[in-house]
Structures are given as structure tokens and as C-alpha cells.
């Protein structure tokens, strides 16, 4: 009995850093999830669902913030032509009724954030196969929807709560334990002194002559460099390297503002493990640097519409950077642009 006290002390007394929430995405048959590091979970269908989508978000701890969207959209969908989904919803072929008070409904959205409603309207249709439209071709599989609200209460401790969704028990929802603390990632004096003329042409130079000496197959006359000022005492360059169907690799220098220049080369290293990925270091992959929030971006389109792939967002911190968001979205199904993307990593 003393050594389980003293064990339980010692869980007592941990750090606080190993509360620390991976993030984490998955696929159950017609369902995605993912949760970030604040255990901020989404689940959505993806696949064949020509433009209506259903979505679950639900936020950590006790207070079960939770929201529940049925939408229509996508480029397949030309909506001032289409009557209104409300209506034509069909669970298994049957109207499907939506009970309640506490609906938002516009022509093609639905949505509510209540959480009974939210509870009564899954457990109607979390065992039937799909929802669809009357006289319309768009459908929501809810195949793997069921595993993916129990892998939701799984990943924020809610199994044998009251507040779970497919796991629920006695626990009352203060069982629950809180959302991680956020990060922050420090802003280094956001408005730089603006180059000389002598030291945005000198600069230029500098970084012409990087981008002639450096081993990039992108054609000569494709090539591009940029330099922006960063701080007071550093720069960043930026030049174009190697290029596929609609993605470009980047090469990426500090530099310092006054003669003799010193560079030091930009490395990417992400806080975690990215899903289906044995790398933390990404590539620089069509490269932009936003003047207004000072962050270096990255995106990694999975194919030419960009519906799906993977978005960063750096911030540099007076040493290096540092990431603030991490988004990722591996269905290709046309339904959401990079910043819809749901995240898997977000700081201050």
C-alpha cells in the first residue's frame, strides 16, 4: 500500500511539460480524425461525398465545447441552383428528423453546439450506413464515424465519463482532464528598419551570387530570389531551387545586413513526428514570408487544386524558427484550401 502512495505522489509532483498532447491523425473507413496539441479534436467524412460534409469538433476538459456541421459546398456544387439540404436529408433512405431547438439552419448549413442536441442527434444515426439528399447525389458515409467519436473520447480521457460520446460511464465530466497548456512563440521586433537602397542592392547581389553557385535543377532562367529584412542585424533570403507539376523547393539563408555577409542556412524542424512520416526536418516547399504577421510559410500541395497536402507557419524568435501552426489534410477530396486545414499544432 505505501509503495501505490508513493507512487501516486510521485505522479502528483510530475512536470507539467509531460501533460503534453501529440498530435495525432487517422482515418476510420469514411472518417478522419484529428486531434493537436491541445487535444482540440475534428472529425469529418472524406471520399466520395460530392460536396456534404458533416463535422464534429470538440474541444479538451470539462466543459465540452463541442459543434456539430452538415454543410454543402465544394466546386462540384453550384448552390443558388440547389434547394435546401435541411429538408431533403435522408438517413437509410427515411427523412431524417432533426430534433431540437438549438439548430442553426441556412439553405446548405446546419449546425448546433448544443451539446444534447449534439448527443441525441448521434446516437439516431451513429449505426445507420448513410446520409444523403433527396434527389441528389451528394452522401455522407457514416462508416467508421462510430470508431471515430470512441478514438475522440479515447485520445481526451473521456472513456467511462459522462461527457463521452460512444465510451460513457458515471465519471462526472471534471474526471476529464484539462487542455494542455498553449506555447508561445515570442515576435522579434516586427518592424525592422527597412533596407538602404545600397543594402537591398548589395543584398541582392549577395544572394545572386548564392543562387549561381548553389546545386539547384530548376532551370537558370526560372530561378527568383528574394531578401526581406527580418531584424535590425539579420535578413532573410530566399531562392527558388527545384520544381515539380505545382510544387517548388526553396533554399533559405539569415544573413546579416552589413559586409562581410555571414549566412547561415535555414533548417525547418518540426516539435513533433508528423503522421505517416520517420522525419522531423521539412523541406521548404513554396516558400512565402508574410509581412504582416512576420511568419515564414510553407505548402506542400498533395496535388494541383491544393485541397489537400500540408501548411506551416514559422515564427523566428531572435535565434531561429520556430513553428506556430502545423495543418494537414492527406483526403484528397476537394473539399477544403490549405487555411481551412484542420491543425495539428498551434501556438500563441
Known amino acids: 500500500m505505501s509503495f501505490r502512495l508513493l507512487f501516486l505522489l510521485l505522479l502528483v509532483g510530475l512536470p507539467s511539460t509531460l501533460t503534453w498532447a501529440a498530435p495525432v491523425q487517422q482515418e476510420f473507413s469514411d472518417w478522419q480524425v484529428t486531434c493537436n496539441n491541445q487535444n482540440f479534436c475534428i472529425t469529418r467524412n472524406i471520399g466520395l461525398h460530392h460536396g456534404l460534409v458533416m463535422s464534429l469538433t470538440r474541444s479538451a476538459g470539462a466543459h465540452n465545447d463541442s459543434t456539430l456541421r452538415i454543410e454543402l459546398g465544394g466546386p462540384e456544387n ?7 439540404i435541411a429538408p431533403r436529408l435522408l438517413l437509410d433512405g427515411s427523412p431524417l428528423t432533426l430534433a431540437g431547438e438549438h439548430w442553426q439552419i441556412t439553405p446548405w448549413h446546419l449546425s448546433t453546439g448544443d451539446s444534447p442536441t449534439i448527443n441525441t442527434f448521434l446516437q439516431h444515426i451513429q449505426d445507420g450506413q448513410t446520409l444523403t439528399l433527396e434527389k441528389g447525389t451528394q452522401s455522407i458515409s457514416l462508416q467508421g464515424l462510430k470508431a471515430a467519436l470512441l478514438f475522440i473520447d479515447d485520445q481526451q480521457k473521456r472513456v467511462g465519463s459522462e461527457t463521452a460520446w460512444i465510451g460513457k460511464g458515471d465519471e462526472p465530466p471534471l474526471s476529464v482532464p484539462p487542455a494542455p497548456a498553449l506555447k508561445t512563440v515570442k515576435k522579434v521586433n516586427p518592424t525592422p528598419t527597412p533596407f538602404s537602397h545600397e543594402e537591398f542592392n548589395d543584398l541582392l547581389d549577395y544572394g545572386t551570387w548564392r543562387m549561381n553557385n548553389s546545386q539547384c535543377s530548376l532551370d537558370p532562367l526560372r530561378r527568383e530570389v528574394w531578401v526581406t529584412p527580418l531584424t535590425d542585424d539579420k ?11 505545382y510544387n517548388t523547393i ?3 539563408w539569415l544573413v546579416s545586413r552589413q559586409k562581410p555577409f555571414v549566412a547561415q542556412s535555414i533548417r525547418l524542424r518540426l516539435p513533433f513526428l508528423p503522421p505517416e512520416s520517420d522525419e522531423r526536418d521539412i523541406e521548404l516547399v513554396n516558400l512565402t514570408f508574410n509581412d504582416k504577421t512576420r511568419e515564414l510559410e510553407t505548402l506542400d500541395k498533395g496535388r494541383g487544386q491544393g485541397d489537400c497536402g500540408v501548411q506551416t507557419r514559422w515564427r523566428y524568435d531572435g535565434q531561429r524558427f520556430r513553428l506556430v501552426r502545423y495543418a494537414g489534410q492527406p483526403a484528397c477530396d476537394n473539399w477544403q484550401g490549405p487555411d481551412a486545414w484542420p491543425t495539428l499544432w498551434i501556438t500563441r
Open 235 to 245: 535578413a532573410l533570403l530566399m531562392l527558388t531551387c527545384e520544381s515539380g507539376a
Open 250 to 252: 526553396y533554399r533559405a
Open 78 to 84: 453550384q448552390l443558388p441552383k440547389i434547394p435546401p
